[in-house]
């Protein structure tokens, strides 16, 4: 049980364009979930927290209109890259908490590169 | 502020050798998680164990022990009999149970390599 799926895996974009990262819980349901960011060889960043229902409550210098997120469902949350640039290119991962649970659940990640 | 640190950027291990991987914390809420997690270079993170702040024994889970000293704020991951699959990024990780949303925050993580 707790599963986390995230999907796109990889994506390549153009400049310019917006992209969309889609995180769901596949057997509970989550209130919260959690976005962040890791550049090569370093730690994740927590970029922002997504609550169902409510706006995403984002970290200090994250901008808000580049990473929207909307987490319209108890079982999905979607980032949105907005007018990417090459600089956004990174690996992003999210994460669910199953209330029951201490640990907390990983999607596999989207490595995203913009060219 | 919670806080995780980890000074080991890197370790290295022979196999079936115990290796020792070193967390470091701050917090002042006094109900809290650590966590460990493995990332392999397909980037998953894999959840390890887990030490609840108010636990008395040393959590453990297989292979992996953690080493839980709450006066010194330390939670050192032990991981016995090492195996080649064991080569990836480890990372520390907590949770204060008492702020928010219970963001989970992580060290700089750890790099392992495990030899023949």
């Known amino acids: 049980g707790a599963v986390v799926s995230q999907h796109p895996s990889r994506v390549i974009c153009k400049s310019g364009t917006s992209v969309k990262i889609e995180c769901r819980s596949l057997d509970f349901q989550a209130t919260t979930m959690f976005w962040y960011r890791q550049f090569p060889k370093q730690s994740l960043m927590l970029m922002a927290t997504?609550?169902?229902?409510?706006?995403?409550?984002?970290e200090q210098g994250v901008e808000k209109d580049k990473f929207l997120i909307n987490h319209a469902s108890l079982t999905l949350s979607t980032l949105t890259v907005t007018s990417a640039h090459p600089e956004d290119s990174s690996f992003y991962i999210c994460s669910a908490r199953d209330e029951g649970r201490f640990e907390a659940f990983f999607g596999q990640g989207t490595r995203l590169t913009v060219v | 502020a919670q806080k995780i640190t980890q000074t080991q950027p890197g370790m290295f291990v022979q196999e079936k050798e115990a290796v020792t991987l070193d967390c470091t914390y701050d917090t002042s809420d006094p109900s809290y998680g650590l966590f460990w997690y493995k990332q392999p270079s397909s980037g998953e993170m894999i959840f390890l164990i887990y030490?609840?702040?108010?636990?008395?024994q040393n959590a453990t889970e297989g292979r992996y022990s953690l080493n839980f000293q709450k006066a010194r704020k330390s939670a050192n991951l032990v991981i016995s009999a090492s195996q080649l699959g064991d080569s990836a990024m480890y990372f520390c990780?907590?949770?204060?149970?008492?702020?928010?949303?219970?963001?989970?925050?992580f060290g700089t993580g750890t790099r392992l390599l495990v030899s023949p």
């Open positions: 990780a907590m949770r204060e149970f008492n702020t928010g949303f219970q963001k989970l925050v």
């Open positions: 997504s609550n169902e229902g409510s706006k995403a409550t984002y």
């Open positions: 030490q609840g702040s108010y636990d008395q």
